[in-house]
């Protein structure tokens, strides 16, 4: 359960992500058409994997990679612009009382002088240090820096784009010397002149 009184909704949902992440089972969310004349949205949870699993422990591994083509304009980058490396979770209570939890990650705020990142999370409907603790945990551990990955990707057979794989699949990108695996965060495509071209973007997650 999460208590979740007067906090915006989306902070929730992000944050019992987070939680779900530091526990080793992931929690994704989406809303996902269920019509399209009219279309219509629904809210959907999914437990563990947002999509398939075409990573190297999975039953048929996708590699997107220059070398076969299937990746092109390929650009790594380290992504610090919402890196938080300390938490106040503030609960009940006013002001001098207001019942406070703070949470560091040392490794990652000492590292040099100016990766002290602070945030204040807000619930007063908490009355547990406990609870706090668990979610400045989870406040500090959604904001590490991520790995990201974007690019075009080439449909072929194999890996054709909404046949082979999707958004929130687990992939494999082998790019610059290095294999990782990847989640497919987002895709735009693009149809000009009857010619169709996806683009993609990847976050590393292992």
């Known amino acids: 359960t999460k208590d979740a009184t007067r906090a915006n909704l989306l902070d929730v949902l992000r944050s019992i992500h987070a939680s779900s992440v530091e526990d080793g089972t992931p929690v994704f969310y989406d809303m996902v058409p269920v019509t399209l004349n009219p ?9 563990g994997q947002r999509g398939q699993d075409r990573t190297r422990s999975g039953p048929l591994p996708l590699v997107f990679s220059p070398e076969s083509g299937t990746l092109v304009d390929a650009v790594v980058r380290y992504d610090y612009g919402d890196e938080v490396t300390v938490c106040y979770a503030a609960g009940v209570g ?10 560091e990650d040392t490794t990652r705020s000492k590292a040099t002088a100016w990766r002290r990142r602070e945030v204040l999370y807000s619930n007063p409907g908490i009355t547990s240090t406990t609870t706090l603790t668990d979610e400045g945990n989870a406040v500090v551990t959604a904001g590490k820096p991520r790995k990201r990955l974007s690019g075009q990707a080439n449909s072929q057979p194999g890996a054709l784009y909404g046949v082979d794989w999707n958004i929130g699949d687990l992939v494999m990108v082998a790019f610059d010397g290095e294999e990782f695996e990847a989640r497919v965060k987002s895709v735009a495509v693009n149809v000009d002149g ?12 292992a």
């Open 39 to 47: 279309i219509t949205f629904q809210f959907r949870a999914f437990i």
């Open 94 to 103: 006013q002001e001098e009382t207001r019942l406070v939890s703070e949470v």
């Open 194 to 205: 009857g010619n169709e071209s996806v683009s993609c973007r990847f976050e590393v997650v």
